[in-house]
């Protein structure tokens, strides 16, 4: 074989082997290493031409013919089911063997959550990983340039939101305060209650430590009625934790500050191990666990809702938290390592 022919094969050879990663094969006939063959027909001694050329229209119409094969063999798949947990081998798909894997200790302990407050007569929300400025701040009256904002740094990305203001990774969950006010507030004239929890994905730059990680989750409540007082966020969130953790236990407030609750409170329940101090409470027999109070007139009025008619109670309260305290887990960061020791405990 002389040296065209062997240009002309080893080429052959390289774009069959391309025409696997194409999703549309037929592109392989525009492939530059092609066009290439091509000019050089031109460029040849008038006797070598006729030859070379032959074998460079032969690989083309080889390449058109693999191609449309390629293609109509893609075409030809069975429809595939997204929803199928592992994809479609065979007409079932292959599960993992249940013994082999688990659910994450954050979902079962989530479930119990839901549960409890499902059973208190509160729906479940889901909120988002990016969100804008106006659902993270504004809509919770923090206008721009409010010292609070500092509170909840943040990742930021590069993207803009409809108002030029780059979106964000949450820092929290109370960005659903103002959408799942906007949605309920018309049931509230009809006599429904709004009451929703919201489980979410929640950023926020730390230095990260047993107790801090940058990427955690939380549980929003909120409730809006006529005449919602502030015992009446106490024994809500006393009679979940009770439940929780199967057990009498006793809760205090004390004052706080946050833009969107006006009184705001830390919460703190009486240590769920101890009598007179343990570790897990800092010798104190109380937990801070969670922040929350009356929500904000101006954050009701924001979403719409009549604020001479109805009061409401929010809170939040950091997941994990929870869960560490009920198994006394001491590090936050086992959660994400994805620690088969850890993880196969549950
Ligand atoms: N969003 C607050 C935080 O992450 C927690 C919180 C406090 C939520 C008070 C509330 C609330 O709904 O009323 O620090």
Not at 75 to 97: Q, V
Not at 245 to 262: A, D
Request: proline fraction near 6%.
């Amino acid at each position: 074989m002389n040296d065209q022919n062997t240009r002309v094969s080893e080429v052959g050879q390289l774009l069959k082997t391309r025409l696997n990663s194409l999703s549309n094969k037929t592109d392989i006939l525009k492939a530059v290493e092609l066009k290439a063959l091509y000019d050089e027909i031109k460029t040849l001694p008038s006797q070598q031409r006729a030859a070379f050329g032959q074998a460079v229209n032969e690989l083309k119409i080889e390449l058109a013919d693999l191609a449309k094969a390629a293609t109509d063999q893609t075409s030809n798949l069975p429809p595939i089911d997204i929803t199928a947990p592992f994809g479609p081998r065979g007409d079932k798909p292959i599960l993992l063997p249940s013994e082999q894997g688990s659910e994450h200790p954050l979902t079962q302990e989530l479930d119990k959550i839901l549960d409890i407050f499902y059973r208190m007569g509160f729906s479940v929300i889901e909120s988002p990983e990016i969100d804008d400025d106006y659902h993270m701040f504004s809509s919770l009256n923090f206008p721009l340039g409010h010292p609070a904002r500092d509170d909840y740094d943040t990742f930021i990305t590069t993207q803009p939101d409809k108002n030029g203001q780059p979106l964000i990774a949450p820092a929290h969950t109370s960005t659903m305060q103002n959408r799942v006010l906007t949605q309920f507030k018309d049931g509230l004239e009809k006599g429904q209650p709004i009451a929703a929890v919201i489980p979410g994905r929640v950023f926020r730059n730390e230095d990260l430590d047993a107790r801090h990680e940058h990427t955690f989750y939380q549980l929003e409540g909120i409730y809006v009625n006529r005449g919602v007082h502030a015992g009446q966020l106490i024994a809500t969130l006393k009679t979940f934790l009770q439940t929780y953790y199967s057990k009498e236990l006793r809760v205090k407030t004390q004052p706080f500050y946050f833009p969107f609750t006006e009184p705001s409170f830390e919460f703190a329940l009486s240590c769920p191990f101890c009598t007179d101090g343990c570790s897990v409470c800092s010798h104190s027999g109380w937990i801070e666990l969670l922040g929350c109070g009356l929500i904000h007139p101006n954050v009701l009025s924001q979403a719409g809702v009549d604020i001479s008619q109805y009061t409401g109670f929010a809170w939040g309260f950091g997941i994990e938290r929870l869960v560490m305290m009920k198994y006394g887990i001491e590090d936050i960061r086992y959660f994400q390592s994805a620690r088969l020791d850890f993880l196969r405990q549950f």
